[in-house]
């Protein structure tokens, strides 16, 4: 049962915390168990003897499953509404943390991560799918920038938190918390959550809605718009910040593994304050008459400056660089905005995940693409540093290809 305020007087502020805290808590959990391995990886290489490549498939099979999902996931959260397809996926995440806490070898340490992976796979999109069926259209870049702002908290809290824990539960310990808390922000979606809009009757078979949906939404002149956005400037974020941060500070600035870490911190809590930002200015969008395309073009156009600089070290100061730089992506929950304003209510579950799931295709695409230039830069006698520094002027171009490709395509039809 949805509780109500102690006055009776039943304000806007109030319902929107009551829809957006049991999704957000959930997706807070879900971003822990995404960047949790970096802290895990040494334990559990010490107890149980994985390899690299091990310790590559382990974190792969998180992503692998939450990709994979986003396709049924679009029609199912449009069919079945967002919390009763949040909750059932939400007990695969729980299982998932339960089975990686008895793990005693590799395989069951993968499919307890990929159960996870499945599991938390609607956490952010039937958020979304919720807040578009509940609110209106100029409040739904500043949600979606306020949950992406609950994720940078979850990868925060993956980090040191995680660390000064290990110690006194083990990594097993980890995994029986995190299942723990799963099970209470079920509850939170069952007892707080108040009743949702019904969805819209479908009576398709679902693989034939589903497919049907899909070919739809990438036929729509905005999402093609957003095609190289989300693929290279999101995707492309997401593939710096969880794997190629940490070697640039190391190798380019020569930094110790501790100051590598802080630096790491640092730019976790500017990421997390700048999707605060970008919350509480989203509702204002329309008041000072800026459409939303045009704030993704404007953030699009600060974020390739401020890359640049900071590759090019114009502020003599990396982490100054760098923290300059993750401000411009608040821009990214635009993105997801976008996308669902884009198509009736019945169709923003799909159109949301066919967005997620580009941006997952595309930070999978990105890190090993950068990867793959920074090798290339050393079988042709370059520095590991060099190697970096023109992997992330790559970076840079692709962000530039995106932002043209944004403002050049013409609009299908205005929606913001």
């Known amino acids: 049962m949805a509780l109500s305020p102690a006055n009776g007087h039943t304000t806007e502020h109030y319902r929107v915390m009551q829809i957006f805290l049991p999704f957000a808590a959930a997706y807070l959990l879900s971003y822990v168990m995404r960047s949790v391995n970096a802290v895990l990886s040494e334990p559990l290489t010490a107890e149980l003897g994985l390899s690299a490549s091990?310790?590559?498939?382990?974190?792969?099979?998180?992503?692998?499953?939450?990709?994979?999902?986003?396709?049924?996931?679009?029609?199912?959260?449009?069919?079945?509404?967002?919390?009763?397809?949040e909750l059932i996926l939400l007990t695969l995440?729980?299982?998932?943390?339960?089975?990686?806490?008895?793990?005693?070898?590799?395989?069951?340490?993968?499919?307890?991560?990929?159960?996870?992976?499945?599991?938390?796979?609607?956490?952010?999109?039937?958020?979304?799918?919720?807040?578009?069926?509940?609110?209106?259209?100029?409040?739904?870049?500043?949600?979606?920038?306020?949950?992406?702002?609950?994720?940078?908290?979850?990868?925060?809290?993956a980090t040191v938190p995680v660390e000064l824990a290990l110690p006194l539960i083990g990594w097993r310990g980890i995994f029986w918390l995190t299942a723990g808390l799963f099970v209470l922000s079920t509850l939170a979606l069952l007892w707080w959550l108040p009743p949702l809009p019904d969805p819209e009757p479908n009576h398709r078979p679902f693989w034939r809605d589903t497919w049907v949906g899909v070919k739809e939404v990438f036929a729509h002149r905005e999402i093609q718009?957003?095609?190289?956005?989300?693929?290279?400037?999101?995707?492309?974020?997401?593939?710096?910040?969880?794997?190629?941060?940490?070697?640039?500070?190391?190798?380019?600035?020569?930094?110790?593994?501790?100051d590598a870490a802080f630096a790491l911190l640092v730019l976790g809590v500017v990421v997390m304050f700048s999707h605060m930002a970008m919350s509480y200015v989203g509702t204002r969008f329309k008041d000072w008459g800026w459409s939303l395309d045009r704030v993704l073009q404007v953030g699009s156009l600060l974020l390739l400056l401020l890359t640049a600089a900071?590759?090019?070290?114009?502020?003599?100061?990396?982490?100054?660089?760098?923290?300059?730089?993750?401000?411009?992506?608040?821009?990214?929950?635009?993105?997801?905005?976008?996308?669902?304003?884009?198509?009736?209510?019945?169709?923003?579950?799909?159109?949301?995940?066919?967005?997620?799931?580009?941006?997952?295709?595309?930070?999978?695409?990105?890190?090993?693409?950068?990867?793959?230039?920074?090798?290339?830069?050393?079988?042709?006698?370059?520095?590991?540093?060099?190697?970096?520094?023109?992997?992330?002027?790559?970076?840079?171009?692709?962000?530039?290809?995106?932002?043209?490709?944004?403002?050049?395509?013409?609009?299908?039809?205005?929606?913001?």
């Not at 590559?56 to 069919?79: C, E, H, K, N, V």
């Not at 830069?377 to 043209?404: N, P, Y």
């Open 54 to 85: 091990q310790l590559g498939l382990l974190s792969g099979a998180y992503l692998l499953t939450f990709a994979a999902m986003q396709i049924p996931l679009g029609a199912l959260l449009d069919r079945k509404g967002p919390r009763n397809i």
């Open 93 to 157: 995440a729980i299982l998932g943390c339960v089975i990686s806490a008895l793990a005693v070898n590799f395989f069951w340490l993968w499919v307890g991560r990929a159960l996870i992976g499945l599991g938390v796979s609607a956490c952010l999109m039937a958020s979304y799918k919720a807040y578009r069926i509940c609110f209106a259209a100029e409040r739904q870049s500043s949600l979606a920038s306020l949950m992406l702002m609950v994720g940078s908290l979850g990868a925060l809290i």
């Open 310 to 416: 900071a590759v090019l070290d114009l502020w003599n100061h990396s982490v100054l660089g760098w923290s300059l730089m993750v401000t411009a992506t608040c821009i990214t929950g635009v993105g997801y905005a976008k996308a669902s304003l884009a198509f009736p209510v019945s169709m923003a579950g799909r159109a949301s995940t066919t967005i997620n799931f580009i941006v997952f295709v595309g930070a999978f695409a990105m890190q090993w693409g950068l990867g793959l230039i920074v090798d290339w830069m050393t079988t042709l006698q370059m520095s590991e540093a060099q190697g970096l520094r023109i992997a992330f002027l790559f970076w840079v171009a692709c962000q530039g290809f995106a932002l043209a490709w944004l403002v050049l395509l013409p609009r299908q039809r205005e929606k913001d």
């Open 225 to 258: 718009r957003l095609i190289p956005f989300a693929t290279f400037i999101h995707g492309g974020f997401l593939a710096v910040q969880g794997l190629w941060m940490g070697p640039w500070f190391r190798v380019v600035d020569g930094k110790s593994s501790s």
